[in-house]
Antibody, heavy 124, light 107 residues
Framework: QVQLVQSGAEVKKPGASVKVSCKAS????????MHWVRQAPGQGLEWMGI????????SYAQKFQGRVTMTRDTSTSTVYMELSSLRSEDTAVYYC?????????????????WGQGTTVTVSS | SYVLTQPPSVSVAPGQTARITCGGN??????VHWYQQKPGQAPVLVVY???DRPSGIPERFSGSNSGNTATLTISRVEAGDEADYYC??????????FGTGTKVTVL
């Protein structure tokens, strides 16, 4: 079955970096773009960016430009999201989620498969 | 970024109809998706491209979009529909946006 399995919870100090992984299975990894979305405690969903697992191209939300890096490893069907210069406001659950359309960016499709979420806590 | 406004909460009795709105400037010209999120769980796509349902989503969930408002309608509401609901829009003109979220309470 199609699934996304994320790495475990992290606790980081302010100013540090965190790298979250998301391993895909059950479908052709390089055929579907992957988003990253986060959710602070008690808050709504916030889009961070998207990566094309095929070529590795990325597009980041303006808010995270310069602080986020998304990469992929096609040999293990895994995408990564690294966030640097962490502050307390970055405490959140981070999700990887697949763009439902195969092969291309397509605004007419939503996010059809979600990882289980990775809790990142930033605290001194 | 593109602002999407939802009512914070909607309450509905079992068996009745819940309507959740998502307001945005000329949102009728964009494709709107809706997600259901239950406590402690990842979101689930319930409607995409304004009114289409992914496989496995009950026909009780439907959507519409016109002018400055998109609407998710849940017919014959059940206790299991109690959750937070988010609209989402994305196009080439701005970053992907989520709505502010609506908590649906089944009375």
């Amino acid at each position: 079955q199609v699934q996304l399995v994320q790495s475990g919870a992290e606790v980081k100090k302010p100013g540090a970096s965190v790298k979250v992984s998301c391993k895909a299975s059950g479908y052709t990894f390089t055929s579907y773009y992957m988003h990253w979305v986060r959710q602070a405690p008690g808050q709504g969903l916030e889009w961070m960016g998207i990566i094309n697992p095929s070529g590795g191209s990325t597009s980041y939300a303006q808010k995270f430009q310069g602080r986020v890096t998304m990469t992929r490893d096609t040999s293990t069907s895994t995408v990564y999201m690294e966030l640097s210069s962490l502050r307390s406001e970055d405490t959140a659950v981070y999700y990887c989620t697949r763009l439902a359309a195969a092969g291309t960016i397509n605004y007419y499709y939503g996010m059809d498969v979600w990882g289980q979420g990775t809790t990142v806590t930033v605290s001194s | 970024s593109y602002v999407l406004t939802q009512p914070p909460s909607v309450s509905v009795a079992p068996g009745q109809t819940a309507r959740i709105t998502c307001g945005g400037n000329n949102i009728g010209s964009k494709s709107v998706h809706w997600y259901q999120q239950k406590p402690g769980q990842a979101p689930v796509l319930v409607v995409y491209d304004d009114s289409d349902r992914p496989s496995g989503i009950p026909e009780r969930f439907s959507g519409s979009n016109s002018g400055n408002t998109a609407t998710l309608t849940i017919s014959r509401v059940e206790a299991g529909d109690e959750a937070d609901y988010y609209c989402q829009v994305w196009d080439s003109s701005s970053d992907l946006s989520f709505g502010t979220g609506t908590k649906v309470t089944v009375l």
